[in-house]
């Protein structure tokens, strides 16, 4: 079983991150749970969401301590970072949070300017994508090539998707391929 939050201001596409992890999750015939948390994101607030993917039946949608954490403002990162599992994983959109934060021993962390390549490809919305294939690099959940179809389904089925979607799941998964 893997629990994952993700976390960032409403508007940032981190909700649609959370849904895409949960709709692969779905098509590998896992069981699975997402659970959107929007708040006051309107006004400037953290929304946020719980994912589940278990091989198991998912009892409740309710995460207390997440095996990754998947954050693209400071807000998410200070409210979740403490429960994240001393094996687990936090990815930081640093574009957004800053760098130079310390963290407890034991969780992987990996820092990568999402936004701001996303603003150098002249594709600002595709933050939450360079994101999400990052995760599926960091977490090794999924292989590339069923998230990566799974991002295109996703998008296809909103009549929304676009060549760039792919360059900036490309663009995660190398950044994370770097740190490592």
């Known amino acids: 079983m893997a629990e994952i939050i993700c976390g960032g201001f409403g508007g940032q596409g981190i909700l649609t991150t959370g849904m895409i992890i949960a709709n692969i999750g779905v098509d590998e015939g896992k069981d699975v749970s997402w659970m959107p948390s929007y708040g006051s ?3 400037g607030g ?3 969401c ?3 993917i278990s091989d198991d039946e998912v009892g409740s ?3 207390t301590y997440p095996d990754y954490l998947v954050v693209m403002n400071a807000p998410a990162l200070e409210k979740f970072q403490h429960k994240v599992r001393k094996t687990g994983g936090i990815l ?3 574009s957004m949070v800053g760098e130079g934060r310390e963290f407890p021993e034991g969780i992987a962390v990996y820092s990568i300017p999402a936004t701001d390549l996303a603003n150098d490809m002249k594709n600002p919305k595709g933050a939450n994508v360079i994101m999400l294939g990052a995760f599926v690099a960091m977490s090794g959940l999924f292989s590339a090539d069923i998230a990566r179809a799974g991002l295109n389904k996703f998008f296809d089925n909103k009549g929304k998707n676009s060549p760039k979607n792919n360059e900036c799941f490309d663009i995660g998964i190398r950044s994370v391929k770097r740190i490592r």
């Open 46 to 48: 953290t929304a946020n």
């Open 50 to 52: 719980n994912v589940i």
């Open 92 to 94: 930081i959109d640093s």
């Open 61 to 63: 949608p309710a995460i």
């Open 41 to 43: 994101e309107m006004r």
